[in-house]
């Protein structure tokens, strides 16, 4: 999907010429290039994660969510079907829903009390008769113009996805094959909620994007993972992309480990120590599913992560604060057919992730780093050639950027930024 | 995972003097925190202890997974090594400010006790910001000369953590 539309930045932007192998730093700290993403991306024609099912589970039952910067509310109507709509009242705009959850009749704003059915659509007018025969709206005032503004839907293994957008593909397609084969795998089958938390990151939203593309930094950063074997690269594992390259799938099978020397020689201050856990409850796992798979990382372009670490299985996504800023919701889950011994490894291992996480605490800073380290230079580029130039599923090897490549390769199709050859 | 009692009612008259030992207990873990003498933090956990860090929304949501669980000093100690040898993360140094605890006797030499936070943390920039506000809800063996922790669980007023948390509360 190539859009071509005129150049809206005052000063445009010429991606360098290695194209998905370099990225230019402005694109994490110029405002105009945030506004342009919010247009072209989160109101453009692109699936984006709202809520799950399992957060509205009971008919009345309400989410509010943001899809971008825009406030949005998911429901579930009296007869169970969910709806998504902006959360602007369709008098003076102000905010209709104001907590996270909640279970109503109806949907009413509480500056002029015009109320909604939960299916968005304008049910009455406060006053509309006027009071006493005088005031009240124009005789021709039509109750069936005014409604919350409705966002188009699909579900899929218990995400539910919203679009601005007409021509937004159907959402299988968006995702491809192989991308609802693992989301199925992970999601498919009654979830429950098993906690909650987020983050604020002061990055851009895309660098987080980035962050969780990247298999090379993973147990070079991570410490904890590669001390306590939980992930390396010397264990059989892959990066898989959608077939437009937009999501990943990165894996690791745990039980194939062969210690390679270059974690010894390359200093990895992430292999310098060796030692064993003093509660090692924390690490108590089983087999969940006969693939192999320990671990494993799915990306949905553009702010979506499925996690399964171990048995600690969690749905992260993201929401852009401001073009410096990122709130980072984690969500963890098990299924409704766990045991209680089951549900209390996923308890355990859910110290694994999240903000006091013990393998991803330090990417609540690393993006953070290269914000700061890059926001006074927007003429320089990152070198992103780990694994290649291109943007292709490698199954053999995880030392590699090519899912971050594919990123690139997504964002710039859909901001309409060429390179300097092409233009 | 027994349900938590979000308020730790002050039901009998607690003698002063236990009072104040707690109140001294309570005080002298901050100040462990707040001067970066880590090592002696999970000495104040009994050798099963709970140490748990949550949100005031996990707890009415009824959620086991908060955004900390330790069970036993075995996994408080792993945090302590974790983030002295494998964690990475900007230096930072936090202020405990603890409000008056409230007490109330659980059964003999056991009492459980709520009290308020607020913890400002300052950054390697400089920086000194408010980090968190929220409760403890705590189970304290007062049986040996030295208190410690059954139970320690912080609950956090906020779902937000700021940037990550490494360091305790």
Redesign the interface.
């Known amino acids: 999907m190539s859009i071509s539309v005129s150049e809206p930045l005052t000063e445009p932007l010429t991606w360098p010429a290695e194209g998905v192998a370099r990225v230019p730093y402005r694109v994490f700290s110029d405002p105009d290039i945030y506004a342009l993403e919010q247009e072209r991306i989160f109101r453009g024609p692109v699936w984006h994660f709202l809520c799950l099912e399992i957060d509205i589970p009971k008919h009345g039952d309400v989410r509010t969510t943001w899809l971008g910067d825009t406030p949005i509310i998911v429901t579930r109507d009296h007869d169970g079907k969910i709806h998504a709509m902006i959360n602007r009242c369709a008098h003076k705009g102000a905010l209709v829903c104001l907590k996270k959850s909640a279970n109503v009749e109806s949907l009413r704003c509480v500056y002029h009390a015009w109320n909604y059915g939960l299916d968005g659509k304008l049910k009455n007018v406060a006053f509309r008769k006027g009071i006493q025969g005088k005031g009240g709206m124009p005789d021709d005032f039509d109750i069936s113009k005014h409604r919350l503004e409705p966002l188009r839907l699909e579900i899929f293994s218990g995400l539910i996805f919203g679009t601005f957008s007409s021509e937004t593909e159907p959402l299988r397609s968006f995702l491809g094959d192989r991308m609802t084969q693992f989301l199925s795998r992970n999601l498919g089958r009654p979830l429950k909620t098993l906690g909650v938390h987020s983050q604020i990151i002061h990055n851009n939203w895309k660098l987080y994007a980035e962050n969780v593309r990247d298999s090379y930094h993973a147990t070079l950063l991570h410490t904890f993972y590669t001390t306590f074997k939980v992930n390396r690269l010397d264990m059989d594992g892959g990066i898989i992309l959608s077939d437009k390259k937009w999501h990943h799938i990165s894996y690791t099978k745990r039980a194939t480990l062969k210690p390679a020397q270059e974690y010894n020689e390359a200093k990895v201050h992430s292999a310098q120590y060796e030692s064993k856990l003093a509660g090692p409850a924390l690490l108590a796992a089983w087999d969940e599913f006969d693939d192999g798979i320990t671990h494993s990382i799915q990306s949905v372009f553009p702010t979506l992560v499925v996690q399964f670490t171990l048995n600690s299985l969690a749905v992260r996504f993201f929401v852009p604060r401001g073009v410096d800023k990122t709130e980072l919701f984690w969500v963890f889950l098990g299924y409704e057919r766990d045991d209680a011994e089951q549900t209390r490894m996923r308890i355990m291992q859910g110290n694994l992730t999240g903000a006091a996480g013990l393998v991803s605490l330090e990417d609540g800073c690393i993006n953070e780093f290269v914000q700061r380290g890059t926001r006074t230079s927007p003429q320089r580029a990152a070198f992103v050639e780990m694994g290649g130039r291109e943007a292709v599923s490698n199954e053999s090897s995880r030392a590699t950027e090519a899912a971050v490549r594919g990123f690139w390769h997504g964002y710039r199709n859909i901001m309409g930024f060429e390179t300097e050859s092409t233009r | 995972?027994s349900a938590t009692p979000l308020k730790a009612e002050a039901t009998t008259v607690i003698d002063p003097e236990i009072h104040l030992r707690i109140e001294d207990f309570l005080t002298c873990y901050a100040h462990v925190l707040d001067d970066g003498t880590i090592d002696e933090w999970p000495g104040f956990f009994a050798e099963d202890a709970i140490y748990q860090?949550?949100?005031r929304?996990?707890c009415e949501?009824g959620?086991?997974?908060?955004?900390?669980?330790?069970?036993?000093?075995?996994?408080?100690?792993?945090r302590v090594?974790?983030l002295k040898?494998?964690?990475?993360?900007?230096g930072h140094t936090y202020c405990h400010i603890l409000g008056r605890p409230s007490v109330r006797q659980e059964r003999l030499g056991v009492v459980a006790v709520r009290s308020n936070f607020s913890v400002f943390r300052t950054m390697e920039d400089g920086k000194a910001e408010l980090f968190a506000t929220g409760k403890y809800l705590d189970r304290i063996d007062l049986r040996d000369e030295q208190p410690r922790f059954l139970e320690r669980r912080v609950i956090l007023d906020s779902?937000?953590?700021?940037?990550?948390?490494?360091l305790p509360l």
């Open positions: 995972m860090i949550t949100t929304e996990n949501a959620y086991p997974i908060g955004v900390l669980y330790c069970e036993g000093r075995g996994m408080i100690t792993d090594k974790a040898t494998a964690n990475i993360f900007e779902r937000r953590i700021d940037v990550l948390l490494v």
